[in-house]
């Protein structure tokens, strides 16, 4: 195995944690709830925003992961 090979498969296994950690950091920043027909939004924002970043870092790796695998 070449060594871009190899580092093009650990960006790929990074991107896939980062993304995991960002959908669920958006996931458990977000809650709804109802109280006498009400829905009462009680997420925390800054929260939402730095899983959205790790969702956004979890691209750049993957697709620099199947760029480095690309390559000849």
Do not use: P, R, W
């Not at 950690?21 to 709804?32: C, H, L, W, Y």
């Not at 939004?41 to 925003?49: F, H, M």
Request: net charge positive.
């Amino acid at each position: 195995m070449k060594t871009s090979q190899i580092i093009g498969i650990l960006l790929i296994i990074g991107g896939l944690y980062l993304g995991y950690m960002g959908i669920t950091k958006v996931s458990n920043n977000s809650a709804e709830v109802k109280v006498l027909g009400l829905e009462i939004d009680a997420s925390n924002e800054s929260g939402k925003e730095t899983g959205y970043l790790y969702l956004g870092g979890a691209l750049l790796l993957i697709v620099g992961g199947v760029y480095s695998l690309k390559q000849k």
